[in-house]
T-cell receptor
């Protein structure tokens, strides 16, 4: 089975800190995605990537950046964490549209 | 742009009763549609998908969904609910690769929390 691993299940960070969320997939998928999940809002796309060193903005990219230096790793960066970025962050990968996504277990980030 | 609407943020059923979770989509062209399930403190798991083959799609754990173009719907059903079905369910839509606004991005609904009571 494809595995998508997010490095942390729970994180607590202070306002203004630079935060790195790491995601690694083990099935050579070209496509990787970062979503945030908030109650009543469902999943909202932050950034995605179709290939190494390639990135595209999703629906809510403000306050975030990403890095994809290797095919298997897609990092989400909060340049200066704020309390409104407290959320569940979900990483996913996919080999193509018709297959859907495989998700990681999520990182619950709290910014205090 | 394509979108999905899930009617009912919370649904409660008795164990053994029919489960019906509603999803309506909006798309200018025939879309691909997905249902995912999320158990507490976990990521999302694919239940089933419609990718323009058979309109009645069977998934894992006894769930199925029917694509109805005339109603722009893709409702999720299960004949008999089990306690283990209690979870949050998400409908998602995308367009086939190469079509405008498609690529490989999934757009998710806001989710339906299913509660199963004894």
């Amino acid at each position: 089975d494809v595995k998508v691993t997010q490095s942390s299940r729970y994180l607590v960070k202070r306002t203004g800190e630079k935060v790195f969320l790491e995601c690694v997939q083990d099935m050579d998928h070209e496509n990787m995605f970062w979503y945030r999940q908030d109650p009543g809002l469902g999943l909202r796309l932050i950034y995605f990537s179709y290939d190494v060193k390639m990135k595209e903005k999703g629906d809510i990219p403000e306050g975030y950046s990403v890095s994809r230096e290797k095919k298997e790793r897609f990092s989400l960066i909060l340049e200066s964490a704020s309390t409104n970025q407290t959320s569940m962050y979900l990483c996913a990968s996919s080999p193509g549209t018709i297959y859907g996504y495989t998700f990681g277990s999520g990182t619950r980030l709290t910014v205090v | 742009a394509q979108s999905v609407t899930q009617l009912g943020s919370h649904v409660s059923v008795s164990e053994g009763a029919l489960v019906l979770l509603r999803c309506n989509y909006s798309s200018s062209v025939p879309p691909y549609l997905f249902w995912y399930v999320q158990y507490p403190n976990q990521g999302l798991q694919l239940l089933l998908k419609y990718t323009s083959a058979a309109t009645l799609v069977k998934g894992i754990n006894g769930f199925e969904a029917e694509f109805k173009k005339s109603e722009t719907s893709f409702h999720l059903t299960k004949p008999s609910a089990h306690m283990s079905d209690a979870a949050e369910y998400f409908c998602a839509v995308t367009l086939p690769w190469g079509l405008t606004g498609g690529g490989n991005k999934l757009t998710f609904g806001t989710g339906t929390q299913l509660k199963v009571e004894l």
